[in-house]
């Protein structure tokens, strides 16, 4: 089905407000839905609806070996065909849009995969496939299972969104409310939402800018081809924000008008392209950002790092150095996660973990997110957190001021 015709009950969490904003005249890539019912139809024949979450490797796998049924294949070229033409590029983003996500109440940020800069008929149906099986990953099963602990939540059926895919100058992250949170990066924002960099920030109240601060913004994200390319930024880029004020002030109206639109404070995706906002995602925001204007009091412990409050609370545990994947089986209930930055897929640490603390990072990335979701203090952007606290020494994270303390 086209994007504008998406409803909630067949496209899915990701694709329904992005109809509803097509339907209203904003600037959306064109899509279209590949919807949940088929997803439900492969599911049943596979045999997936016989299987639990102890089997998700199985489920993954008959996914993956499995093809489209050919009616759906046609249908999925005659689309791209569609959405594609005129366009400046025949590429395309594969999304994924669980009926189970990016509701009031659980976006699950990050929890199920997407994949951008895809070409061709082939190339689409197999990245379809994969958002399928993202549904059984362990990431997104720890996800579900903290949302509901008490009654273990199925994995739901899978719609699938492609859009024509925008090739941005700037791409980031806004967070309308009160007080609206803007995170950009120059280039495509994919490192920027996993977490992998400190993006440049904006806090607009009263529309007026009361807080600028700069990341660390030395590499971008760019398509060439088929591939997402990570290079350096060149010296002009470099000294400056990747957004100029009235450009800031540009997406705060976006997204005031989106949020009047839809109905309430809204989590954005959004990329600057030819002078064009283009907008990507527009879910529910389900946790407010801490406020890192506000004062906060010095801190008395005689050591404290301080950085960049993004998940509120006070927790204290022994600290946990994790470099990646391979350290998951040191991490013990009530440790505190201490890591160069976080990714998606180090969702189930956070059921366990107390408290994060990166060096760098957003506070509107998937995994401050997820943090917020899932109730625990996180501080980012702590300048050389990795070696300044030492491994099992007990820290405490107050992710309302920033301070972590020794």
Request: aromatic residues 4%; hydrophobic residues 40%; charged residues 20%.
């Amino acid at each position: 089905m086209d994007l504008i015709d998406a409803d909630h009950s067949t496209a899915g969490g990701k694709a329904a407000p992005l109809a509803e904003l097509t339907r209203a005249g904003f600037t959306v890539p064109t899509g279209f839905v590949v919807p949940a019912t088929i997803y439900r139809v492969a599911a049943t024949a596979l045999g997936l609806t016989e299987l639990s979450t102890e089997h998700a490797d199985e489920a993954r796998s008959r996914i993956l070996r499995s093809r489209l049924p050919d009616g759906v294949v046609d249908d999925v070229s005659q689309a791209l065909e569609r959405i594609t033409a005129g366009a400046p590029t025949d590429y395309v983003a594969v999304r994924s849009s669980s009926t189970a996500e990016d509701n009031a109440h659980a976006s699950a940020a990050g929890q199920h995969d997407s994949f951008l800069a895809v070409r061709g008929t082939e190339q689409v149906c197999q990245a379809i496939l994969k958002c399928w099986a993202s549904l059984w990953t362990e990431r997104a099963a720890a996800y579900r299972a903290h949302q509901a602990p008490q009654a273990p939540q199925p994995p739901g059926d899978m719609a699938v969104l492609v859009q024509r895919f925008v090739d941005a100058r700037v791409s980031g992250v806004m967070f309308t409310g009160t007080t609206s949170v803007i995170e950009a990066s120059w280039g495509i924002g994919e490192r920027l939402v996993a977490g992998h960099i400190t993006p440049d920030s904006w806090r607009i109240r009263d529309s007026e800018i009361v807080d600028r601060r700069p990341g660390l913004t030395t590499e971008r994200t760019d398509r060439y081809d088929v591939h997402l390319l990570t290079r350096f930024t060149v010296p002009t880029e470099q000294p400056e924000l990747c957004l100029a004020d009235h450009d800031v002030m540009r997406l705060y109206a976006l997204g005031e008008e989106i949020s009047t639109t839809l109905g309430g404070p809204r989590d954005i995706e959004w990329a600057l392209a030819d002078d064009t906002a283009w907008v990507l995602q527009a879910r529910p925001v389900t946790a407010a950002v801490p406020d890192s204007t506000a004062p906060s009091p010095a801190a008395a412990d005689s050591v404290t790092i301080t950085g960049v409050p993004a998940s509120p609370g006070v927790a204290s545990g022994p600290a946990r150095l994790v470099r990646g994947p391979g350290d998951f089986s040191t991490v013990k209930r009530g440790d505190v996660l201490v890591c160069r930055h976080t990714d998606p897929a180090w969702t189930p640490l956070f059921t366990i973990a107390s408290a994060v603390v990166t060096e760098i990072g957003g506070v509107l990335s998937h995994a401050a997110i997820v943090a917020r979701e899932v109730g625990i203090p996180a501080v980012l952007s702590v300048p050389r957190a990795t070696e300044r606290l030492p491994p099992s020494s007990v820290v405490t994270v107050d992710g309302t001021t920033g301070h972590v303390s020794l």
